[in-house]
């Protein structure tokens, strides 16, 4: 069996090593003669698990000591209301940069909670670009200043992050999450639903600076408030435990490979050969997102014009690529090229780009010609 050409945006592709090796433990883990989904979430094999992907997380991503590594349920949308519910405080307020949908809605969350204010943003831009850091004037007193380090639906990324001292900077990090080395410190909180870089979904991870949780907060609900799982390490209640299991056996796979250094690479060389493909088509396709703004993970772009596109689509859909529209809100073209998608299938679209470009290009001319 071929596995699929798979460029979805999330849930997204898996390693195919994490999912053998899921399957050869379905049955029978840790010989217990029961799948991992029949453990008690106390048991000592599934807290081994557990465990182990909260270490794993914290090497791989040099994650400092002053942090906790948190496994919550709700998806990265509910970290939208959590983090508002939890950091800013009612004399307060919460500055946003808003780069894309995400950011909206996060935006939208929070102020359902408190304060916020808008410090910068290329709405006006079609979100093609990321704010340059001179740009951004957020409040000295904010309760913290929230970013979306990478806009999957517009196909841009931050490549530098503000330093913003004081304030804690928030980053909703979902879509490039593990998919580069970033410096954790630099950030009061990461937050990122498991379900692109990580693993399948019902996980969302949390990387929160411990003086950022207050254990006396009383009036939030205990399930919405990040001490009680801290307190509880992330077993308050029943957790997801098959995708805090899977989440396990990618975060392995992404060590075995050679760590961040090496997926950051490898996504290097196969953003290049689509951006390349995009590059050397003499406009034929056009990149959504400003270069110095490209996204590594999600590959944005248009072709002339919709007749054009829906025909690409479905030439590539036949040739067993999926998950390449774009996405409902914007159109177009898209690629999701997560830690996981292997650089052998961004080869292979980046040549089915340029024959499509070819093929298109001759049978315009002949029909010219005739
Ligand atoms: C996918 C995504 C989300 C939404 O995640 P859910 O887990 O579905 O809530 C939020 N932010 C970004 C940047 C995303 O890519």
């Known amino acids: 069996m071929k596995r699929a050409l798979n460029f979805n945006a999330g849930p997204a592709a898996l390693p195919e090593d994490v999912l053998k090796r899921a399957q050869s433990e379905w049955l029978n883990?840790?010989?217990?003669?029961?799948?991992?989904?029949?453990?008690?979430?106390?048991?000592?094999?599934?807290?081994?698990?557990?465990?182990h992907a909260i270490q794993t997380l914290k090497e791989l991503?040099?994650?400092?000591?002053?942090?906790?590594?948190?496994?919550?349920?709700?998806?990265?949308?509910?970290?939208?209301?959590?983090?508002?519910?939890n950091l800013l405080k009612a004399d307060s307020l919460a500055d946003y940069v808003l780069t894309g949908s995400w950011s909206e809605k996060a935006l939208q969350e929070a102020k359902k909670i408190g304060t916020t204010r808008v410090v910068a943003s290329t709405k006006d831009v079609n979100y093609t670009s990321i704010p340059k850091l001179s740009d951004i004037v957020y409040n000295q007193d904010a309760a913290?200043?929230?970013?979306?380090?990478?806009?999957?639906?517009?196909?841009?990324?931050?490549?530098?992050?503000?330093?913003?001292?004081?304030?804690?900077?928030?980053?909703?990090?979902?879509?490039?999450?593990?998919?580069?080395?970033?410096?954790?410190?630099?950030?009061?909180?990461?937050?990122?639903?498991?379900?692109k870089n990580l693993g399948?979904?019902?996980?969302?991870?949390?990387?929160?600076?411990?003086?950022?949780?207050?254990?006396?907060?009383?009036?939030?609900?205990?399930?919405?408030?990040?001490?009680?799982?801290?307190?509880?390490?992330?077993?308050?209640?029943?957790?997801p435990t098959l995708a805090i299991y899977l989440l396990s056996l990618v975060l392995d796979w992404a060590k075995d490979l050679g760590g961040i250094t090496k997926i950051e690479e490898n996504n290097a060389k196969k953003a290049e050969l689509l951006y390349h493909a995009i590059d050397s088509s003499d406009g034929f396709y056009q990149g959504h997102a400003k270069p110095d703004s490209r996204s590594y993970m999600n590959v944005t772009f248009t072709l002339p014009n919709?007749?054009?596109?829906?025909?690409?689509?479905?030439?590539?859909?036949?040739?067993?690529?999926?998950?390449?529209?774009?996405?409902?809100?914007?159109?177009?073209c898209r690629a999701s090229i997560y830690n996981a998608v292997p650089l052998e299938h961004c080869q292979e679209l980046a040549d089915f780009m340029?024959?499509?470009?070819?093929?298109?290009?001759?049978?315009?001319?002949?029909?010219?010609?005739?």
């Open 29 to 51: 883990i840790d010989n217990t003669g029961m799948s991992v989904m029949e453990l008690s979430h106390r048991s000592d094999t599934f807290e081994t698990i557990h465990n």
């Open 61 to 85: 991503m040099d994650i400092p000591e002053n942090y906790d590594v948190l496994f919550l349920q709700g998806g990265a949308s509910l970290q939208f209301s959590m983090i508002p519910m």
């Open 144 to 195: 913290y200043l929230h970013i979306t380090s990478n806009n999957t639906i517009y196909g841009t990324q931050w490549n530098v992050f503000p330093d913003t001292k004081n304030v804690p900077l928030v980053a909703d990090m979902s879509s490039d999450i593990l998919s580069k080395k970033i410096d954790v410190s630099k950030f009061g909180l990461i937050y990122a639903g498991a379900q």
């Open 200 to 239: 399948p979904s019902g996980i969302t991870v949390v990387i929160i600076r411990k003086d950022l949780i207050s254990d006396s907060l009383d009036e939030i609900p205990t399930m919405l408030n990040y001490h009680t799982h801290q307190a509880s390490n992330s077993l308050y209640n029943t957790p």
């Open 306 to 332: 919709k007749e054009i596109e829906q025909e690409f689509l479905q030439k590539a859909k036949d040739a067993g690529f999926i998950g390449l529209n774009g996405h409902r809100s914007v159109g177009g």
């Open 354 to 370: 340029k024959n499509f470009k070819k093929t298109y290009q001759n049978r315009e001319k002949t029909l010219f010609n005739a």
